[in-house]
T-cell receptor, first 116, second 116 residues
Framework: AQTVTQSQPEMSVQEAETVTLSCTYD???????LFWYKQPPSRQMILVIR??????QNATENRFSVNFQKAAKSFSLKISDSQLGDAAMYFC?????????????FGTGTRLTIIP | GAVVSQHPSWVICKSGTSVKIECRSL??????MFWYRQFPKQSLMLMAT?????????EQGVEKDKFLINHASLTLSTLTVTSAHPEDSSFYIC????????????FGPGTRLTVL
């Protein structure tokens, strides 16, 4: 079974600065997907970024980028130019590539606070 | 695109009654829908996976007879909490993946259930 670990329960960053959230995972599969989801106080889960394990290039979405280290099983999220609206719980998630096993395995989350 | 709705957004019921929560994909066909439960300040726990036209697959430890799931169409899945008790009070979230692209799940806004 796959596991996802987020070792930082809480992080804070000054507005306009850059912050990196850590995520490690354990799997015996060679191909899979990794995700970062954001859950603001409204509790709506919002997809931030997605990475396919078979792609070497790190995914980027505007101010959000990942550092995907497949050999180290590490998948960190970097938020540049932090904004007040980035304050939320951030969950890292793993999904198998194989049909019939589409469920997401979530980490325990990191609460990000933005300091004005 | 890829919008998922849930209804109701919150519900209060008396102990012993049943409550039905609806999850709809508004602008896409969802072959697979997922139901999660989230306790305060915790991560999402997958309860079950439902595929249109077939029986749901429940995670270990989830009572099938208490949490009835029906996925009657490609746009609707329902979760019925039967004979609800105060310990069933929680935040329930559904997600759906598109038939054409099953790798990403899109989440509904959640339903807060309070059982008195």
């Amino acid at each position: 079974a796959q596991t996802v670990t987020q070792s930082q329960p809480e992080m804070s960053v000054q507005e306009a600065e850059t912050v990196t959230l850590s995520c490690t995972y354990d799997t015996s599969e060679s191909d899979y997907y990794l995700f970062w989801y954001k859950q603001p106080p409204s509790r709506q889960m919002i997809l931030v970024i997605r990475q396919e394990a078979y792609k070497q290039q790190n995914a980027t979405e505007n101010r959000f980028s990942v550092n995907f280290q497949k050999a180290a099983k590490s998948f960190s999220l970097k938020i540049s130019d932090s904004q007040l609206g980035d304050a939320a719980m951030y969950f890292c998630a793993y999904r198998s590539l194989y049909f019939g096993n589409e469920k997401l395995t979530f980490g325990t989350g990191t609460r990000l606070t933005i300091i004005p | 695109g890829a919008v998922v709705s849930q209804h109701p957004s919150w519900v209060i019921c008396k102990s012993g009654t049943s409550v039905k929560i609806e999850c709809r994909s508004l602008d896409f066909q969802a072959t697979t829908m997922f139901w999660y439960r989230q306790f305060p300040k915790q991560s999402l726990m997958l309860m079950a996976t439902s595929n249109e036209g077939s029986k749901a697959t429940y995670e270990q430890g989830v009572e099938k007879d208490k949490f009835l799931i029906n996925h009657a169409s490609l746009t609707l899945s329902t979760l019925t909490v039967t004979s609800a008790h105060p310990e069933d009070s929680s935040f329930y979230i559904c997600s759906a993946s598109q038939a054409e692209a099953t790798d990403t799940q899109y989440f509904g806004p959640g339903t807060r259930l309070t059982v008195l």
